[in-house]
């Protein structure tokens, strides 16, 4: 079986920024895409965000995090909701399920097709960081919907209490 690895890639022009998921997209890619919303949150002339998911096989929980919380990073900085453009069922469906049509609008096709887009470089984080990422992740995903919360509350205990353990002597 070949895995299509999970690739991030962005464009901004004329103060529209496109977040493109390309492939497997899973926690691996999560400092890549905190990074991003940081920087996002303070974008000068930024109008419109479009998530382009159209390449992207599988979108794991940890990446829908982020994804969410780019969504915040930009909700009191631009007039309209962020778009997701989706192709994939798969993803479309789980994009329902866990209550992001509340703070996107979703599309399959874009309304336009965007410019040239650059691959960003993968944000190493080692063990601890990442942890920290995934629940901070899961915590946003909790947030936005009862059904959310009730599906991660248990994963998030448990990488709590991982935590927990880790800083005992």
């Known amino acids: ?11 901004f022009d004329s103060g529209v920024f496109v977040l493109k ?9 999560c400092a890549t ?4 919303a940081q920087q996002l949150a ?17 979108v794991d929980s940890t990446a829908l995090g982020f994804l969410a919380k780019v969504a915040m990073a930009v909700k009191d900085r631009i007039l309209y909701k962020p778009t997701i453009v ?26 336009t097709e965007s410019c040239a887009l650059c691959e960003l470089p993968e944000v190493p ?5 990442t942890r920290q990422r995934i629940i901070e992740a899961h915590r946003i995903l909790m ?14 205990e448990m990488l709590e209490a991982q935590e927990d353990a880790s800083k005992q002597p």
């Open 143 to 156: 947030r936005m919907n009862e059904h959310n919360r009730e599906e991660f509350q248990p994963l998030v």
């Open 125 to 129: 984080a080692d063990l601890e960081e």
């Open 86 to 111: 989706v192709h994939n069922p798969d993803v479309q469906r789980m994009l329902e399920v866990m209550g992001f049509s509340q703070f996107f609008t979703m599309m399959e096709t874009p309304i």
């Open 42 to 58: 303070e974008t000068p002339g930024l109008e419109t965000l479009i998530i382009d998911l159209r390449e992207a096989t599988n």
């Open 33 to 36: 895409l905190d990074t991003q």
């Open 21 to 29: 998921l390309c492939g497997d997209v899973r926690l691996t890619l």
């Open 1 to 11: 079986m070949i895995i299509n690895e999970g690739r991030v890639k962005a464009a």
